[in-house]
């Protein structure tokens, strides 16, 4: 199946830091990538969507300008965690879709960030 | 929006059979994932049913679906220890533009 990879896979950061993190699509091109974060013991909750050569779509209740989404090429998105506080420390999982279907969406390893 | 529910713990012996179930709100959706999650890890696709079928099986897994009530399991047929993780059920769409929903996860207990 597609590979889709994070890095890094865990940071440990200062307060106030900004922290970016890559999720590339190994093998296949994605058009759309989505960011999803996700607390200790809790399920994954969707941050944005990521879509090649525009502008993230954003849940609500995520702060565009604390949580930067950069979709540059067809296979890297990244997400910078800006003036990072510990409230952000999360897990964050990115996932590819190649198209449309069923076995279409696949998921990174994860990023754990430690804001200390 | 799309609401998924998900009871938070089974426990079963090993060697027996478990069932976890889920139900959703969103009646479009048009296959419906189990994902597994294992502590630390992401989330590894265990299997999926389109959403016109009322079962599927793939080995040691047996998926049914309720489409009249919203209905989701998963059995786990001789349960093992390294089945012990989060199950996930996530209902989706089948365009490329939509996320999926996840449910709150269900952590299964494999005592052996």
């Known amino acids: 199946g597609a590979v889709v990879s994070q890095h890094p896979s865990w940071v440990i950061c200062k307060s106030g830091t900004s922290v970016k993190i890559e999720c590339r699509s190994l093998?296949?091109?994605?058009?759309?990538m989505f960011w999803y974060r996700q607390f200790p013991k809790q399920s994954l909750m969707l941050m944005a969507t990521s879509n090649e050569g525009s502008k993230a779509t954003y849940e609500q209740g995520v702060e565009k300008d604390k949580f930067l989404i950069n979709h540059a090429s067809l296979t890297l998105s990244t997400l910078t965690v800006t003036s990072a506080h510990p409230e952000d420390s999360s897990f964050y999982i990115c996932?590819?879709?190649?198209?449309?279907?069923?076995?279409?969406?696949?998921f990174g390893p994860g990023t754990r960030l430690l804001v200390l | 929006g799309e609401d998924v529910e998900q009871s938070l713990f089974l426990s079963v012996r090993e060697g027996d059979s478990s069932v976890i179930n889920c139900t959703y709100t969103?009646?479009?959706?048009?296959?419906l994932y189990w994902y597994k999650q294992e502590p630390g890890a992401g989330l590894q696709l265990l299997t999926y049913i389109f959403s016109n079928m009322d079962m599927k099986q793939d080995q040691r897994l047996t998926v049914l679906l309720n489409k009249k009530d919203k209905h989701l399991s998963l059995r786990i047929a001789d349960t093992q220890t390294g089945d012990s993780a989060i199950y996930f059920c996530a209902p989706g769409g089948d365009t490329g533009r939509r996320a999926l929903t996840f449910g709150s996860g269900t952590r299964l207990q494999v005592q052996p």
């Open positions: 969103d009646s479009s959706s048009t296959y």
């Open positions: 093998d296949f091109q994605a058009t759309t």
């Open positions: 996932s590819a879709r190649t198209g449309e279907g069923a076995e279409t969406q696949y």
